[in-house]
């Protein structure tokens, strides 16, 4: 170990070997594995298809492009995503295709931990905590799982490596390159995961205070500069989605915790938790042996202690190592949410420490070192791949207890036999798949990543959970999928504490839904896919012949001839037209009095997507205008038959009405009459309710936006209703059906007011602030008296970080409403925004006075 320095190129090129191999052997394991991606690996790789799919089909690089690009993902950094879009444009869809993004990143890992091990003790210990990096159980399982952490686990210690250079570089060049590369790697690592703000805390407070308490300024010049390049790197994304990172609190609340079972912390068993995995993640051979030559060369049993040679660094660098390591062991022990894979981090800095350890043996007995080596590389075969040996099977677990992940060599699931079975009887249209069981083989998210992977024709959502709202569910989706025991009864039995099986009776019940087909799953539980029988939009092709005109005609009415008002009435319309008309057609349906009286003067909606939102191709997200894959002839003719619900206002007064209705074309704005045949409805009090399906969602936003005026006490009511929608519509599809209605509405003289509340929900639900706040303000001018219409134009406001003109908005809300806690508590943000500590200070007082009156 004391033969001169390596360059970096040579120790480069041994790293690029040895990963190689460790690619060869990884290839092996995801060729011989058959494993269904589970809850959180599903959500990944539907993410990545996602920025896939943008990437290559869409004009991301417009300043529109790329705030839609951002918003693929509001809830977790892109970085991960974006690599692998590269990946599934050079080689193709798919989850093992997806992997290979792993392993660019451990190729950074590989060379950063190197760069650590070298700059802090030598190239030689650089190189041994490569090898012990690529042995380390838990890091090979992290590699092989479609997960953040270790493209999180690369970047940061990326970034780590940068720090501890700049920490250490004599010269101001060399100093302002590394600082810049830290900027960079930090930023990218934060935008691997949020998490990556925690591992190097302590070290950032350490530099930052070291540099202050020495007064060097130009290296706190440094430091500021990398600091704005971090932010550089993240402002894109987070400027789009900063709303959504107060969610990452959620996942570290004490009750979560305890429905998982992880201990609290005021245990002992919280603060060991992680100390207790070390055997697992490292393997007792890799983590017992280095330890003993660090204490024996402490001792002086091993030779070094007094060499010139550096080659155990220095005491500042392996206290700075050890600091960092300890850091990330306490700061998220101190997280009450447990996960074995959140530390991983902290493992190449402790390869690193005892790969120092390895070398105090080698200058002595380096037959020590070479063993621990071998022992290392059979463990960490052992645990990728199974021998049928109990021998080799109880060294496993010696040597690395609880640590093996062997491949799964069984039959493979149904996956793309489910979702086939769905789009043969939807081939032109999305479809939503609830779901009552979510297991790790099948749930919502699987579902959802093979349907994308079929051209996005195939969406799944897991829904049973509410009780309250299973009644709803079964009205709202069309499609389910339900799991139990092959040799159990079917379905089983409804008990209050499964709220799921209460559902599966429900469905099993219903005369409206059906078995389409079940699986036998390999372990050893039945699938079961329900069908409604009949469906509420369905598509038939038909012969070009039968398309004569440009835009879709309606062909066909049916309605009760008799309804009461205030209850829904069940109406079927079928279209018949090209295409790319139906595709894009918003059809602006007005049940009007057939007499023009005092009294007869409401008529009402039945604005709508044709389709309802769900002909193909469509957006392939929720706020996104990318459209799906889809291998339809725009040019062809079809028919569109929908069965829906109309909704009579309760107030609209008995008599006879007539449906009329424009044509819109959504992508050039152009509208036109409809001809409709001749249909009227009468409505009175007397008549008795009609059976009808569920509204349509459309008409369900236009219903709870006319809470929005009413003020916070009536927000749930509204806010509630949306959760579900938005969980039916897995594109939110019908957001954009009510704006684009609403939006033509809002210019008629009749209930300007209501049709613009409903506009600004839609816009709202988008995320479309702009929009928002310009619909508001003219809202605000035609319902001035109303304190809440100024109210939410001042918190969307907020929201776009104009808090001068969220106060001037809340002006007169304030006045026409100064004891609603609400608005106090929006003007002591807006006060606080503008830097105004005093009239914050105030206003928050007030706010806070006002809820504790409330309460009382």
């Not at 590699?143 to 700049?166: G, H, I, M, N, P």
């Not at 807006?830 to 806070?848: D, H, K, T, Y």
């Amino acid at each position: 170990m004391a033969k001169a320095p390596t360059s970096w190129v040579e120790d480069v090129v041994r790293i690029g070997v040895l990963w190689g191999g460790a690619i060869a052997i990884a290839a092996l394991w995801i060729i011989l594995d058959r494993t269904p991606p589970a809850w959180d690996q599903a959500e990944h790789l539907s993410l990545s298809m996602n920025f896939w799919w943008t990437l290559t089909h869409s004009p991301w690089w417009t300043a529109d492009g790329l705030r839609h690009l951002w918003m693929l993902s509001p809830k977790y950094p892109p970085v991960l995503y974006l690599v692998t879009a590269g990946v599934h444009t050079l080689w193709g869809p798919g989850p093992d295709i997806a992997i290979v993004a792993n392993a660019l990143f451990g190729l950074i890992l590989l060379i950063a931990t190197y760069g650590l091990g070298r700059h802090l003790f030598s190239p030689q210990i650089g190189l041994l905590a490569v090898g012990l990096t690529l042995l380390m159980p838990r890091l090979i399982k992290l590699s092989l799982d479609f997960q953040l952490d270790y493209a999180l686990t690369a970047l940061v210690v990326l970034s780590f490596w940068c720090l501890t250079v700049w920490r250490d570089a004599p010269s101001s060049l060399r100093q302002w390159l590394w600082a810049g590369a830290f900027g960079v790697s930090y930023g990218l690592a934060l935008m691997a995961k949020q998490s990556a703000l925690v591992f190097l805390l302590v070290p950032l407070v350490w530099v930052g205070l070291a540099t202050l308490w020495r007064r060097r300024w130009g290296r706190l010049l440094q430091l500021l500069v990398a600091a704005l390049l971090t932010l550089g790197v993240m402002l894109p994304w987070l400027s789009v989605n900063w709303l959504f990172q107060f969610s990452i609190i959620g996942n570290t609340n004490v009750a979560s915790a305890q429905a998982e079972g992880d201990p609290m912390l005021n245990t002992v068993a919280a603060w060991t938790y992680y100390w207790q995995d070390l055997p697992s993640a490292i393997s007792w051979g890799l983590l017992i042996v280095p330890l003993v030559g660090v204490v024996l060369w402490a001792g002086g049993r091993l030779p070094g202690r007094k060499s010139t040679l550096q080659l155990d660094g220095t005491p500042a660098g392996r206290l700075w190592l050890v600091a960092y390591i300890v850091a990330g062991y306490v700061l998220w022990s101190g997280i009450v949410n447990k996960d074995l894979r959140y530390i991983a981090p902290v493992l190449p800095a402790i390869a690193v420490l005892l790969a120092w350890g390895l070398a105090c043996w080698w200058r002595k007995w380096p037959w020590v070192t070479t063993a621990t080596y071998l022992v290392g590389l059979l463990t960490a075969l052992l645990t990728m791949f199974p021998t049928g040996l109990p021998t080799l099977d109880w060294v496993t677990q010696t040597l690395a207890p609880h640590a093996a992940f062997h491949p799964y060599l069984g039959a493979p699931y149904p996956h793309d036999q489910v979702i086939a079975q769905v789009t043969q009887t939807q081939p032109y249209q999305l479809s939503t798949l609830g779901g009552l069981q979510s297991t790790a083989v099948f749930n919502q998210h699987t579902v959802s990543y093979y349907g994308k992977l079929a051209d996005y024709q195939v969406y799944g959502r897991q829904v049973g959970s509410r009780p309250s709202k299973h009644e709803q569910d079964l009205r709202s989706l069309s499609w389910f999928y339900a799991q139990g025991a092959i040799d159990a009864p079917w379905p089983p039995p409804a008990t209050p504490e499964d709220e799921q099986a209460q559902l599966a009776n429900l469905l099993e019940a219903s005369p409206d839904f059906a078995i389409d087909r079940t699986w036998d799953l390999p372990n050893h539980t039945r699938l079961y896919l329900y069908r409604r029988q009949q469906l509420p939009v369905t598509v038939t092709a038909l012969p070009m012949s039968a398309c004569a005109r440009a835009i879709p005609a309606l062909q066909r009415v049916e309605v009760p001839p008799l309804g009461p008002p205030g209850q829904a009435l069940p109406v079927t319309y079928e279209w018949v037209g090209r295409w790319s008309a139906l595709r894009t057609g918003l059809v602006l349906l007005t049940w009007e009095p057939t007499t023009s009286t005092a009294e007869m003067t409401s008529p009402w909606l039945h604005d709508h997507g044709l389709g309802l939102g769900t002909l193909r191709p469509h957006p392939i997200q929720p706020m996104q205008t990318t459209l799906s894959p889809a291998d339809i002839n725009p040019d062809g003719c079809f028919r569109v038959t929908e069965r829906l619900a109309t909704l009579p206002p309760a107030a609209a007064p008995a008599g006879t009405y007539r449906l009329v209705g424009r044509y819109v074309d959504t992508t050039t704005g152009e509208a036109a009459a409809l001809t409709i045949p001749t249909t009227t409805v009468e409505l009175s009090g007397l008549a008795p309710p009609v059976s009808a399906p569920d509204l349509d969602w459309v008409t369900q936003l236009r219903e709870v936006s006319q809470l929005l005026p009413l003020g916070p006490d009536y927000l749930d009511e509204v806010f509630d209703p949306i959760g579900r929608l938005n969980l039916y519509d897995p594109i939110q599809n019908y957001l954009v059906q009510a704006e684009q209605s609403l939006q033509r509405r809002w210019d008629s003289p009749d209930n300007a007011v209501n049709y613009g509340y409903g506009l600004v929900l839609a816009q709202v639900l988008q995320l479309k602030v702009n929009e928002a706040i310009a619909s508001l303000e003219l809202l605000a001018q035609q319902d001035a008296e109303n304190p809440y219409v100024h109210a939410y134009l001042g918190f969307v406001n907020l929201y776009a970080f104009r808090p001068r003109a969220a106060q001037a908005a809340l002006a007169p809300a304030l006045e026409l409403a100064p004891d609603e806690p609400e608005i106090q508590g929006l003007s002591a943000v807006a006060s606080l925004m503008q830097g105004n500590l005093w009239g914050a200070w105030q206003a928050g007082q007030q706010a806070i006075a006002l809820l504790n009156a409330d309460a009382e």
